[in-house]
C-alpha cells in the first residue's frame, strides 16, 4: 500500500480544515466541526501563532479563540527573550571569533513570517563546528550557563549522547540552548558535509543559504518523524517566499548521500499544501505507514519510526550503523537508574529491553 495524494491520509474533518486554511483556502465559516479537537490539534501541532492572526477577525467562537490568544502571547513574550538572548550570544561568540548559525527559532519566523514570534520555539538552537566546541562552552559557562547534570550524568551525557545525538545541552535559568554540530542529530554520521555548507547574511548575522536552509528543514522534519505539522509548514512557506535553486539541492544530497531524506520531506510538503516542488525532488508515492506519523497525539511504536529511517537512509552502510546505534543507551534509562560509571555497561541491555518494550508492546 502506498500514498500517493492528500486524500489519502483519510484526515478526520478537523485535521483537514486546518490542512485546508494552511494552503491558504479561503474559509469564512466554521460548520460541524468539534472545535474542541481543533483547538487541541491547533496547539499540539504549534501552529497557533499563524491561527490567531488568521482566526482573529473571522466568525469563531471566542471562548475557544481566547485559548489561542493565550498561547500567542505567552510565545510572543517568551520570543522576544529569546530572540534578545540569540543575539547577546551571538555577539559573544564572535568577540571570540567563533562561528555560530541559529538556526530555526526567531530568524525561521522572522525569515518567513516577518517577526520574531509568528512561529513558536522553546529554546536556542546554534550550528557550530566541532573544532570550536571546547572554546563555545567556556565562553557559555562565563555567561552562566552549564550542563545543568550532576557529574555522574555529565558522565553519562559525554560517552552516550553527545557522541550519537550530535549535540551538546546547556541551561541557564529557563534558557536552553543546543549545539548541534550536524545537521543530522540522530545516529547518522555524514563526513565532510561541512565542506558544502554555503552560509549568506541577515541583518549582519551570518545564517544558511537558502538551499542549504531547505536541506536544514528536511533534516529536521525528518529526523523528529513528522511529528509537528509546523515543520513541514516552514518548508511550504520557505519555498513560496524565496527563490530555491532546486537543482543545487539534488547534487548536494546526492553527493553527500541523504537525498531520499530530502524527497520525502518535499514530498509531504507537496501532498500537505501542494507546495511546487520539481519532480526530480519528489517521490510520487510514499509509503501507507506515514499516515501514522502526522496529526497523531503520540509518537507511533518506535518501530515505524526506525523503519521510516531504514528506507529513507541512501547509504546502505549508514542503514546498518544506524539499526546498530538504537542500541546506545540514550537518556531514557536514566529514568530507571542512574548507575555508577564503572556500571555504564549494564545501560546496553537495559536498552535492549526498552527497545522491545517501546517498539512490541
Known amino acids: 500500500m502506498a500514498i500517493r495524494s492528500l486524500e489519502e491520509f483519510n484526515f478526520s474533518k478537523e485535521e483537514r480544515l486546518i490542512i485546508d486554511i494552511l494552503k491558504g483556502k479561503k474559509i469564512e465559516n466554521f460548520h460541524k466541526i468539534d472545535f474542541q479537537k481543533f483547538i487541541n490539534l491547533i496547539l499540539m501541532e504549534e501552529i497557533y501563532p499563524f491561527f490567531y492572526n488568521f482566526l482573529k477577525d473571522k466568525d469563531f467562537p471566542q471562548k475557544f479563540f481566547k485559548i489561542i490568544e493565550i498561547f500567542y502571547e505567552k510565545n510572543k513574550k517568551n520570543s522576544l527573550i529569546l530572540k534578545n538572548e540569540t543575539i547577546k550570544i551571538l555577539n559573544k561568540l564572535k568577540e571570540n571569533e567563533i562561528v555560530a548559525i541559529p538556526i530555526k527559532g526567531f ?33 557559555l559557562k562565563k555567561e552562566g550557563f552549564s ?15 553527545f557522541k550519537f545525538y550530535n549535540e551538546y545541552r546547556l541551561y541557564k535559568n529557563n534558557f536552553l540552548i543546543e549545539l548541534h554540530f550536524s545537521l543530522f542529530p540522530k545516529r547518522l554520521k555524514i563526513k565532510n558535509f561541512e565542506k558544502f555548507i554555503e552560509f549568506e547574511k541577515y541583518k549582519e548575522i551570518l545564517i544558511f543559504s537558502k538551499e542549504w536552509q531547505i536541506i536544514s528543514f528536511s533534516i529536521h522534519s525528518f529526523f523528529h518523524r513528522f511529528s509537528l505539522l509546523k515543520f513541514i509548514f516552514d518548508i511550504h512557506e520557505f519555498v513560496k517566499k524565496f527563490k530555491i535553486d532546486f537543482h543545487k539541492i539534488y547534487e548536494i544530497g546526492n553527493k553527500l548521500k541523504f537525498l531520499k531524506i530530502i524527497k520525502i520531506s518535499l514530498t509531504i510538503s507537496h501532498f500537505l499544501f501542494d507546495t511546487e516542488i520539481p519532480d526530480f525532488l519528489k517521490f ?16 507511533p511504536k518506535g518501530y ?58
Do not use: A, C, M
Open 147 to 161: 550542563f545543568n547534570l550532576k557529574e555522574i550524568e555529565e558522565k553519562f551525557y559525554k560517552k552516550f549522547h
Open 107 to 139: 530568524l525561521i519566523s522572522e525569515l518567513i513570517y516577518g517577526n520574531p514570534y509568528s512561529r513558536v520555539f522553546k529554546d536556542i538552537d546554534l550550528f557550530v563546528f566541532e573544532k570550536d566546541l571546547e572554546k563555545i562552552i567556556e565562553v
Open 284 to 299: 510520487k508515492k510514499i509509503p501507507d505507514f506515514l499516515k501514522d506519523l502526522i496529526f497523531k497525539e503520540k509518537d
Open 304 to 361: 515505524k519510526k526506525d523503519l521510516l529511517s531504514f528506507i529513507f537512509i541512501d547509504s546502505f552502510p549508514q542503514k546498518i550503523y544506524y539499526t546498530f546505534t538504537l542500541l546506545n543507551p540514550d537518556e531514557s534509562v536514566l529514568n530507571y537508574i542512574l548507575l555508577p560509571e564503572k556500571l555504564f555497561f549494564l545501560y546496553y541491555p537495559l536498552r535492549f529491553f526498552l527497545i522491545l518494550k517501546n517498539r512490541l508492546i
